[in-house]
């Protein structure tokens, strides 16, 4: 089918998020233009301006206006936690559980030979240098159960290790709700090696 080259352009623009496909885009198109004009002109501009203003924090990475992130800038975070995570998606997923005080370096990433990806694409050796900051004790492995993450946690494991500083890493296995005849096998055998104490 034809398209008039904008509305093509449209399409092909909106195929650049995760998870749409042709037909997705053409309906975000469609109701962009249809529908909501307003909403489609609010969109390009948040858009210009997120890209025009936003960069990465110079200590966490996280993006964020200014050269350091309000997280960094809190006084009243605790300076001995490191967490470290792959992406800004984990990043918001921890802060959101309100669990965490510490702070964070974000990887944007993990490690994958196959892909071209290694320590100097990550920019580990800004990890190291974070690392060697005075005042951090522990850091808390946040990376996927997949073999890339568990790699990329090993190669920050041994960062840490050669520092003297604690490592931990995120639980991982049964979710809270989970029922255990539906939980896929890798997932239990995580869930096992990482048991604990019971709490009475």
């Given at each position: 089918m034809q398209f008039s080259p904008s509305f093509q352009q449209l399409i092909d623009a909106l195929r650049c998020l995760p998870t749409v496909g042709q037909k997705t885009a053409q309906r975000m198109a469609l109701?962009?233009?249809?529908?909501?004009?307003?909403?489609?002109?609010?969109?390009?501009?948040?858009?210009?301006e997120a890209l025009e203003k936003l960069g990465h924090c110079r200590s966490c990475r996280v993006f964020t206006e200014g050269e350091i992130c309000p997280i960094c800038a809190d006084g009243q975070?605790?300076?001995?936690l490191l967490c470290v995570v792959e992406s800004p998606a984990d990043w918001i997923a921890i802060e959101s559980s309100g669990a965490y005080q510490g702070r964070y370096f974000l990887l944007l990433g993990r490690l994958s030979p196959l892909d071209g990806i290694g320590p100097d694409e990550l920019k580990l050796d800004q990890l190291a240098a974070r690392l060697d900051e005075a005042g951090i004790e522990e850091v808390i492995l946040a990376t996927s159960a997949t073999i890339?993450?568990?790699?990329?946690?090993?190669?920050?494991?041994?960062l840490a290790r050669a520092r003297g500083?604690?490592?931990?890493?995120?639980a991982q296995g049964v979710p809270m709700g989970g029922e255990l005849e539906y939980i896929d096998a890798s997932t239990l055998s995580l869930a096992l090696k990482g048991r604990r104490e019971a709490e009475s």
């Open positions: 109701h962009l233009l249809e529908r909501d004009r307003a909403g489609a002109g609010h969109l390009a501009e948040a858009i210009g975070r605790d300076d001995r890339e993450g568990e790699a990329t946690a090993g190669y920050v494991t041994e500083l604690r490592v931990t890493r995120l």
